[in-house]
Nanobody, 126 residues
């Protein structure tokens, strides 16, 4: 069974960079036809897809966040990371990592994910 676990600081100051790591077990992040995503949910709001890094290492980001987002990976550790720069309190959310298969057409809406991490709350202070 694939398991994902988010880790990183729970409190970040405004204007700084949010950095999170997703550690994957039970499956390789280089396995063909799977994409590894970051999704967030602000308090009282719905899921927002941030972006992914796919099996090949290529990335795709939400247009609304692309200018501030970088997703990378360390295949030797079976980990992928999220960096979100210039954060504001509006970036406060529960951040999830999740896997989606290449056949999904709804990932940009946060749909189609077959495995999720438990999520980690990141609060951005003023």
């Amino acid at each position: 069974q694939v398991q994902l676990q988010e880790s990183g600081p729970g409190l970040v100051k405004s204007s700084q960079t949010l950095s999170l790591t997703c550690t994957v077990s039970g499956g390789s992040i280089t396995t063909n036809y799977y994409y590894w995503n970051w999704i967030r949910q602000p308090p009282g709001k719905g899921l927002e897809w941030i972006g992914y890094i796919r099996d090949s290492g290529s990335t795709e980001y939400s247009p609304s966040l692309e200018s501030r987002t970088s997703i990378s990976r360390d295949t030797s550790k079976n980990q992928f990371t999220l960096q979100l720069s210039s954060v504001t309190p509006e970036d406060t959310a529960v951040y999830y990592c999740a896997r989606v298969g290449a056949s999904s057409t709804y990932y940009r809406l946060g749909g189609g994910m077959d495995y999720w991490g438990k999520g980690t709350l990141v609060t951005v202070s003023s």
